[in-house]
């Protein structure tokens, strides 16, 4: 069963940045497509982008032009590059798997595994 970690997540002020990597110890995640989601407390997890296993990518408006996404096959990793980060963006991020290239909109019944998350707290 692919199991997908993620790190990075801490404090940040506003303003700042953050690397968020997504891993899968003992796995190749090559053929997989990954999307980042999030949840606000209080609020429904939200695709933000995603990478198909060719590399094409694909982004909500929210977050297009300050996050980007990565992946790096031979590291068999994943990555949220998020810069100009604000208060709005504290949430529990997550990294998905799917079998399928990305598709919009981004929903998380259409991943196939998840992470357990990192918290992204944007606070002064």
């Known amino acids: 069963q692919l199991q997908l970690v993620e790190s990075g997540g801490g404090l940040v002020q506003p303003g700042g940045s953050l690397r968020l990597s997504c891993a899968a110890p003992?796995?190749?995640?090559?053929?997989?497509?990954i999307t980042w989601f999030r949840q606000a407390p209080g609020k429904e997890r939200e695709g933000l982008s995603c990478i198909s296993s060719s590399g094409s990518t694909n982004y909500v408006d929210s977050v297009k032009g300050r996050f980007t996404i990565s992946r790096d096959n031979d590291k068999h990793m994943a990555y949220l590059e998020m810069n100009s980060l604000n208060p709005e963006d504290t949430a529990v991020y997550y990294c998905a798997a799917s079998h399928l290239y990305c598709r919009a909109p981004l929903l998380p019944s259409r991943m196939n595994y998840w992470g357990k998350g990192t918290l992204v707290t944007v606070s002064s």
């Open positions: 003992g796995f190749f995640l090559d053929n997989y497509a």
